[in-house]
């Protein structure tokens, strides 16, 4: 087990246990919408994973409730943890630029999935990225 991210890293700066829920709580309400949960972590918190998919519940409530503070790669998919070990370094030093002052709600996690989305489909796809014409690189016949 790799621990992935940890409440305590974030308390210091973030100032309360609310706050510092935000960057990690909102990284992992984007795995859970994407399907990147074990399957035995997903079953260990099915209630509370529906119901942040229903958004009854806020991604750092989720994230405090269903991890207690703590994520780790063993409650990811294999895919799941891949992109965690490739990208959430990058995704906690730019969050945490933002997220502290901000508030736990769907507005905020609305505004950091597109770029979460981005990052793990281009890694997906290999690296490679979509051109501005709209086609990825493999396209350019068209």
């Known amino acids: 087990m790799h621990i992935i991210d940890d409440i305590d890293a974030h308390i210091g700066a973030a100032g309360s246990i609310d ?8 990284y992992f309400a984007w795995c859970v919408n994407l399907q990147l949960l074990a399957p035995q972590f ?8 529906l119901r ?3 958004r009854e519940l806020t991604p750092a409530a989720f994230f405090l409730k269903a991890t207690g ?6 409650m990811l998919t294999e895919r799941g943890s891949r992109f965690a070990a490739h990208h959430y370094a990058v995704y906690r030093d730019e969050a ?3 997220l502290y002052g901000a508030k736990d709600d ?3 996690y609305d505004s950091i999935s597109p770029a979460l989305t981005k990052a793990y ?14 086609r990825h690189w493999w396209q350019g016949w068209r």
């Open 19 to 26: 706050r510092a829920a935000l960057v990690p709580g909102m």
């Open 69 to 74: 503070g703590r994520i780790s790669d063993d």
């Open 106 to 108: 769907w507005g905020t």
């Open 42 to 49: 997903e079953a260990a918190h099915e209630r509370e994973a």
């Open 96 to 98: 945490v630029l933002t």
């Open 121 to 134: 489909y281009t890694l997906a796809d290999g690296g490679h990225t979509v051109s501005k014409t709209g």
């Open 52 to 54: 942040l998919r229903y």
